[in-house]
């Protein structure tokens, strides 16, 4: 079965700093995976997603991803963080089983950015 | 251009109660649909998904069904509510090889 694994539920940094979220994957087949953003009472907006060409995606808002094989990674990136990208962060990977176009989330990092 | 819509937004519902939320998607045909279910601290949870009208899948057992009596509505409902049926609920479509588009959610507190 497939799983995603975010480590740490909480990331803090400060404004202009380096932003560093942290997924894992399981899967037995070639990964689809994304990144969703998620603000205070709204849906789900997608950041970005892999779908088996280059391993690095960048996506909306600066952010990018860079998939790993070998580590098994997703991991999200900015180079520079902003106040307004303070919100709960979602790696997920979608499931191979069936045409059924479900996706298996990972439990969710909150960024924190500090003035 | 595809939108999706879900309402409420917010329902505050006494532990018993009847309980329907909707989602309809507009400028797609045949999508596939999901109610995503998110308690605090839990993620993201997936309890129904349909791949055509009046097909429904259950992921987890509950108090809560699905239907889809057309195309693009998705409803999700409850005969009795219970006090862990609280969480924002979100509704989702995709079609093949596009991501998931999910809708602005409805928060959910049965008291």
């Known amino acids: 079965a497939q799983s995603v694994t975010q480590l740490g539920s909480h990331v803090s940094v400060s404004e202009g700093a380096l932003v560093l979220l942290r997924c894992n994957y399981s899967?037995?087949?070639?990964?689809?995976l994304f990144w969703y953003v998620q603000y205070p009472n709204q849906g789900l907006q997608l950041l970005l997603k892999y779908t088996s060409a280059a391993t690095l995606v960048k996506g909306i808002n600066g952010f990018e991803a860079e998939f790993k094989k070998s580590e098994t990674s997703f991991h999200l990136t900015k180079p520079s963080a902003h106040m307004s990208d303070a919100a709960e962060y979602f790696c997920?990977?979608?499931?191979?089983?069936?045409?059924?176009?479900?996706?298996?989330f990972g439990q969710g990092t909150t960024l924190q950015v500090k003035p | 251009s595809q939108t999706i819509h879900q309402w409420p937004a917010t329902l505050v519902q006494p532990v018993g109660s009847p309980l329907s939320l909707e989602c309809t998607v507009e400028?797609?045909?045949?999508?596939?649909l999901y109610w995503y279910r998110q308690a605090a601290g839990r993620g993201l949870q997936l309890l129904f998904y349909s791949v055509g009208i009046g097909q429904i899948s259950s992921e987890v057992p509950q108090n809560l069904s699905a239907s889809r009596p057309q195309d693009r509505q998705f409803i999700l409902s409850s005969k009795k509510l219970l006090l862990s049926d609280s969480g924002f609920y979100l509704c989702?479509?995709?079609?093949?090889?596009?991501?998931?588009?999910f809708g602005n959610g409805t928060r959910l507190t049965v008291t």
């Open positions: 989702a479509w995709t079609q093949t090889n596009s991501p998931l588009h």
């Open positions: 400028g797609t045909s045949n999508p596939n």
């Open positions: 899967s037995s087949v070639p990964p689809y």
């Open positions: 997920a990977v979608k499931d191979s089983g069936g045409n059924t176009g479900k996706l298996i």
